[in-house]
């Protein structure tokens, strides 16, 4: 396989990964903001910038922090990278010059998600927003499924890496977030706001149901920090992010015969989470785990692109 279409394959799944999570996590905001007011409405809304490392951008358009504002950034901002219409914008164009990689049904899908979006205007209301947020879902289901059905070779492979270093990356800032800037001054932690913050988390990383199923107790932080990151069975925690990239590493060492600093580092990663208890790194700092897992996320996708060599 050209290393130009190992890369656009790459960040085809980096790319629509991101416009996932994107599209769960501003559901997710308008919910919270609808069980709030003034200051906390707002301050979701900055946590919901913040997560997606575009708080510095939307400053930059000068407009009023308001609901209705950056959910329209975050959906169909144009010069926002970060939106679900960039992304899925540069997702088609890398699957559309990695075209006789992927099938119909992958093509398909994407292409499909991005016309509905692509001429989209402002959705004006909330619930204009949900509606199509809900249409992005559904073309996300359908991108999952017909990608499970793809053939495990280096187009699989490489969209999957993409996948997985996007959705470590994603978690991880998701929960800093919360730990830093999400509960506003002043609330009491354990009221019914820090409940509902924790219950938006699990909603955006569709994990709800299996707290439920492994956690006999109620919201407690510590245990949901322990099902995102230490929880190899939860397919969006940080522990199956790295036991994953691992796996596909090898898979792509096998049949390419590159292997190097990228496996070292992911090998060195899956094994720290593997002997990692949660009480420790509350005590010793969970943001600061936490960043450490972004830069350490940043390093893999580095090496990735050297090891790869992608164009």
Not at 139 to 162: D, N, P, T
């Amino acid at each position: 396989m050209l290393s130009r279409t190992a890369s656009n394959l790459y960040w085809t799944g980096r790319l629509v990964e991101r416009a996932d999570f994107t599209t769960a996590l501003i559901e997710a905001t308008i919910r919270l903001s609808s069980l709030s007011a003034g200051p906390a409405s707002l301050n979701a809304w900055a946590s919901a910038l913040a997560v997606l490392n575009a708080d510095r951008s939307f400053g930059t358009t000068r407009e009023k922090l308001t609901p209705r504002n950056v959910a329209r950034y975050l959906t169909l901002g144009e010069h926002n990278i970060s939106s679900i219409r960039s992304c899925l914008d540069a997702a088609r164009n890398n699957a559309r010059a990695a075209r006789n990689r992927i099938t119909s049904e992958v093509w398909g899908s994407i292409n499909r998600a991005w016309l509905n979006i692509r001429d989209r205007q402002s959705p004006g209301s909330m619930q204009a927003t949900l509606s199509l947020l809900e249409e992005l879902k559904a073309e996300a289901r359908g991108f999952e499924g017909a990608l499970m059905r793809m053939l495990r070779s280096e187009g699989f492979w490489f969209i999957r890496l993409g996948q997985v270093i996007e959705r470590g990356d994603n978690t991880a800032r998701l929960l800093d977030v919360k730990y830093h800037i999400l509960l506003p001054e002043g609330e009491r932690i354990g009221g019914q706001l820090d409940r509902d913050q924790w219950t938006t988390i699990l909603q955006t990383v569709s994990a709800k149901l299996a707290y439920r199923s492994i956690y006999r107790q109620g919201l407690k932080p510590w245990l949901i920090a322990d099902l995102l990151v230490l929880r190899e069975s939860l397919p969006r925690s940080l522990a199956a992010s790295a036991a994953e990239t691992v796996d596909l590493l090898n898979a792509l060492g096998e049949r390419t015969g590159r292997q190097g600093e990228a496996d070292r580092l992911a090998r060195q990663r899956r094994d720290m989470l593997e002997t990692a208890e949660m009480s420790p790194l509350f005590q010793k700092g969970l943001h600061e785990f936490l960043r450490r897992y972004i830069r350490d996320n940043m390093a893999i996708h580095q090496a990735v692109i050297q090891q790869f060599r992608f164009a």
